[in-house]
């Protein structure tokens, strides 16, 4: 069984920064891809950014530029830096994990950026 327990969301103001995690436990023999979604409330759930076994990545061009997805195969952990918070980036953030074929998601963490 695979559980993935993020970390790291909270209050912010507008600029400011935030360092999301993403632990990936259980038995785990190789995770193709890991990536962070996030939902406002009313709105539909969109990628943010995801990193694949070969480590290229991508980004939804609204973070272009602002956040930076990077990884830790030996922890299999998965990062989301995020920096010059706007507002419109308050949502649950949600991590994500393919792997051997399945996909997994986290619990959600919130981030509320402040005006």
């Known amino acids: 069984q695979v559980q993935l327990v993020e970390s790291g969301g909270g209050l912010v103001q507008a600029g400011g920064s935030l360092r999301l995690s993403c632990a990936a436990s259980?038995?785990?023999?190789?995770?193709?891809?890991m990536g962070w979604y996030r939902q406002a409330p009313g709105k539909q759930r969109e990628l943010v950014a995801v990193?694949?076994?070969?480590?290229?990545?991508n980004y939804a061009d609204s973070v272009k530029g602002r956040f930076t997805i990077s990884r830790d195969n030996a922890k299999s952990t998965v990062y989301l830096q995020m920096n010059s918070l706007k507002p419109e980036d308050t949502a649950a953030y949600y991590c994500?994990?393919?792997?051997?074929?399945?996909?997994?998601w986290g619990q959600g963490t919130q981030v509320t950026v402040s005006s």
């Open positions: 994500s994990a393919l792997i051997l074929g399945n996909n997994y």
């Open positions: 259980g038995t785990i023999f190789k995770i193709h891809a």
């Open positions: 990193i694949n076994s070969g480590g290229s990545t």
